[in-house]
């Protein structure tokens, strides 16, 4: 039932801003991060912790996590930052 | 989530009662330096104000149905936002 | 999702009670922007009534379930919508009513 990857660590690489956006994703930052085991992918991701453009954060998701992390009954969101590695 | 740019649009009238109203466009994968990057497909627009030429963002599989209201909705590529012109000339300066 | 021709159907009696009075299509996957084949034909829930020769659009994995006739079912593909128009860069690339291709526009 869950994804192929849960938690991974990944390099953030930029910022992304939306003018238009889904409801779920109001007052949330959104940033670009690389995994570090595959450089050449990206995910964009919703920040949970204030990480920055630079930082190697811990990153992942699964099906209902954004839900409860949020509380919405509906969140079209897959990956969330939650951790930044020191 | 994914960047992809609207290349085109699709017109169904027969199709499941929950895609009524749905907006289907036609998007090209994109890099995260904004570089054409693999096959077009389908996507539902959740934003309701996406169209061609503009760069958006857009979730898959199970987080595609997330994206709309109904109970029940088959989609598995869904538009959630539309990118903002500075992050477009940062991204394709290659800040990736 | 993505495009695709209905190039069969496909019978089956003995399966999954779930599967009971579902109509199965083999279909085949198109690029989008030439309508070439592209991979291989797949088999796919069909819960709109296509025939034959029609060009869909299929939905895949979970989401294939999220229709009222596929909900719990055993599926990972279905056929959600009979295309009749599709338009890439301006120009029509397919016209349900005959029109395809460069000549079109």
């Given at each position: ?60 998701g ?9 509380n919405l ?14 | ?6 290349i ?31 096959s ?54 290659g800040?990736? | ?47 709109v ?13 979970s ?43």
């Open positions: 039932m869950l994804g192929v990857e849960l938690v991974y660590l990944a390099k953030v690489i930029g910022p992304v801003v939306c003018t238009v956006k889904h409801p779920a994703y109001e007052g949330r930052t959104l940033l670009i991060i690389s995994p570090i085991d595959d450089p050449d992918d990206y995910e964009i991701a919703v920040d949970y912790v204030g990480a920055g453009v630079g930082d190697t954060v811990i990153a992942g699964a099906p209902g996590v954004a839900q409860s992390v949020f009954d509906k969140a079209p969101i897959k990956t969330l930052i939650m951790g930044i590695v020191d | 989530m994914k960047f992809g740019k609207v085109g649009t699709v017109v169904s009238t027969q199709k499941d009662a929950n895609l009524v109203g749905v907006t289907l466009l036609v998007i090209q994968p994109l890099d995260q330096d904004l570089t054409p990057k693999g077009p497909y389908i996507a539902a627009d959740a934003t309701g104000q996406a169209g061609p030429g503009q760069v958006v963002t857009i979730v898959f599989s199970a987080d595609a149905t997330q994206a709309f209201p109904q109970r029940r909705i088959p989609v598995d590529a869904s538009i959630v936002g539309i990118v903002d012109d500075c992050t477009l000339a940062q991204l394709s300066q800040a990736g | 999702m993505q495009m695709a021709r209905v190039a069969g159907t496909v019978v089956s009696t003995q399966k999954d009670p779930k599967l009971v009075g579902l109509k199965l299509q083999l279909v085949q996957p198109l690029d989008i922007i030439t309508g070439n084949d592209s991979g291989r034909p797949l088999v796919a829930v069909d819960t009534g296509a025939g034959i020769g029609d060009v869909v659009m299929i939905v895949g994995g989401s294939a379930r999220q229709t009222d006739r596929t909900a719990s079912s055993p599926v990972d593909l279905a056929i959600v919508s009979i295309i009749d128009l599709v338009e890439v860069d301006g120009k029509t690339v397919y016209d349900r009513r005959g029109f395809t291709g460069e000549g079109s526009k």
